[in-house]
C-alpha cells in the first residue's frame, strides 16, 4: 500500500506551476462487450476518480497503481472514488487507475503514459548535499535525444513549498544543460520532488521526474573541535569531539562515529590499526605510546534518525604523541661534520702551502755594491718569511 496524496500534489505541480507535460491517459474496456462504464476522469487537484455508467450497480472497486505494482483500493457504491493518502511514485514511468464491478467482469483500466520521444528524456539523474546546505544535481542528455534538445529543471522541497526553475545550471561544452546547483537548501522531513522537462525543434521530449528523500544524499561535514589530551601516568589519550553541522538534526545521539588511530611513519608493510566506532563524543585511547606520533580522523554517519547512513567526510588529520625527534640528531651531526671538514681543509690548505715553500728556498744575492743593503734590511727581510722549517744551503761569497 502507498499514498497518494503525494501524487495530488506531484500532478497537480506538473499541470499548474511547470511547463505543461505531454501525457495521454489511455482507457480500454472488458472485451466481452461494450463496457457500461464510460467518461472516465482524473481530477489530479482533489485526487478524485470519476466515471459514468449506464447501469446503477450498488458497488465499484477502484485500484491505483504504480510501475512497481504497488497499489491502493477502495470500495465505493457511487461512481466516484477518493484516494486521500499521499503517494510517492514517479509519473514518467506511468500511473494506472482500474474500475471493476464486484461479482462481473465489467471493467476499465486507464494509463497516465508519458507522451514523447523514447530515449529522449534524461539519464543518470541523482543529486547531493554537501557543506549543509548545498546541493548540486546532475544529468545525462537522453541517448536518442536530437542535438539541440535543451533541459530545465524544477523542483519543490515540500508541499508549501512554491516551485521553482533551477537559477544556476552546470554546462556541458555544447552549452547544454546537465545539471543544477542550490544555495541555502533546507532538508525537510518530505520527500522533494524533482522534474526535469526537455524541448527541440525536432520532436517531443519525454520529461523525468524523481522523490528524493534529502536527509539520504547528504554527505556530513566533519566532526569539530576534535581534541586529544593525553597523559603520562597511567598512559592514555581521551579524545572528544563534536557531532557534524547538519540543517535539520540537534539530537547528538543521532550519529555514530568512526575514529582512525594510526602511527606515524611505520613501514607501508606493516599492518594498519581497524578504525573504531563508537555512538558518543568521547573515546579512551589506551595503546598509547608517548615515544611515537600518532595520526588521528573521525568522520560521522546516522544512526536511527533521518540522518545519511553513509559515512561523511574525515577529520583534518591531527598528531599527537611525543615520538623521537631526529631532526635535531641530524642536524647536530651535520654541524660537526662541517665543523671537522673545514678544519681538515684548512690544515691540508697550510701543509700545502708550507711544502710549496719549501721547494723554493730563498737564495741569498750576491751584494750589490752599488746599492748595498744594510744588515738591518736583510733580517727585515728574514723576518718577515712565513713561520715554516726550511733547509738552508750556504752560498760562499766571491771575492
Not at 102 to 126: D, H, L, R, V, W
Not at 139 to 163: C, E, H, I, M, V
Not at 218 to 235: F, G, K, S, W, Y
Not at 340 to 345: A, H, K, Q, R, Y
Request: proline share 5%; hydrophobic share 35%; with cysteine.
Amino acid at each position: 500500500m502507498f499514498d497518494t496524496l503525494g501524487l495530488i500534489c506531484m500532478i497537480w505541480w506538473c499541470m499548474m506551476l511547470f511547463h505543461p507535460l505531454h501525457a495521454d491517459i489511455q482507457c480500454m474496456g472488458s472485451e466481452a462487450q461494450e463496457s457500461p462504464i464510460t467518461n472516465v476522469k482524473m481530477n489530479w487537484r482533489k485526487m478524485e476518480l470519476s466515471w459514468d455508467s449506464s447501469k446503477n450497480f450498488s458497488k465499484y472497486k477502484c485500484t491505483i497503481m504504480d510501475s512497481d505494482m504497488e497499489s491502493i483500493e477502495k470500495e465505493v457504491n457511487s461512481p466516484l472514488c477518493r484516494f486521500p493518502v499521499e503517494l510517492y511514485t514517479p509519473l514518467h514511468k506511468g500511473v494506472f487507475f482500474s474500475i471493476d464491478v464486484p461479482n462481473t467482469n465489467i471493467s476499465k483500466t486507464c494509463t497516465f503514459i508519458p507522451a514523447g520521444m523514447n530515449g529522449s528524456a534524461i539519464e543518470n539523474f541523482s543529486c547531493m548535499i554537501y557543506n549543509v546546505s548545498f546541493m548540486n544535481c546532475t544529468w545525462r542528455a537522453g541517448r536518442d535525444a536530437p542535438g539541440d534538445t535543451q533541459y530545465f529543471l524544477y523542483w519543490k522541497n515540500s508541499r508549501y513549498d512554491d516551485a521553482m526553475e533551477c537559477e544556476l545550471y552546470i554546462k556541458d561544452e555544447n552549452g547544454r544543460n546537465t545539471g543544477c546547483r542550490f544555495q541555502n537548501v533546507k532538508i525537510e522531513i518530505e520527500k522533494a520532488y524533482f522534474l526535469v522537462n526537455g524541448s527541440s525543434k525536432d520532436s517531443l521530449i519525454q520529461f523525468y521526474d524523481e522523490y528524493i528523500q534529502l536527509y539520504k544524499i547528504e554527505i556530513l561535514t566533519p566532526p569539530l573541535n576534535v581534541t586529544v589530551n593525553c597523559t603520562r601516568d597511567p598512559a592514555g589519550c581521551i579524545i572528544t569531539w563534536q557531532p557534524p553541522l547538519t540543517s535539520h538534526v540537534e539530537n547528538v545521539n543521532c550519529f555514530e562515529y568512526e575514529i582512525s588511530i594510526q602511527k606515524k611513519n611505520e613501514p607501508k608493510e606493516e599492518k594498519k590499526d581497524s578504525p573504531v566506532k563508537v555512538r558518543n563524543n568521547r573515546y579512551e585511547f589506551q595503546n598509547y605510546n608517548e615515544e611515537k606520533k600518532y595520526i588521528l580522523k573521525i568522520r560521522a554517519r546516522g544512526k536511527n534518525c533521518l540522518v545519511s547512513s553513509e559515512w561523511g567526510e574525515w577529520s583534518e588529520p591531527i598528531e599527537f604523541g611525543q615520538g623521537k625527534d631526529y631532526f635535531i640528531f641530524v642536524i647536530l651531526f651535520l654541524i660537526a661534520l662541517g665543523t671537522i671538514s673545514v678544519t681538515l681543509l684548512q690544515y691540508c690548505l697550510f701543509k700545502r702551502y708550507c711544502s710549496f715553500k719549501s721547494m723554493f728556498t730563498h737564495i741569498p744575492q750576491p751584494r750589490d755594491k752599488f746599492n748595498a743593503s744594510t744588515d738591518e734590511d736583510i733580517q727585515t727581510e728574514y723576518v718577515n718569511l712565513p713561520n715554516c722549517t726550511e733547509e738552508t744551503t750556504m752560498v760562499e761569497e766571491m771575492t
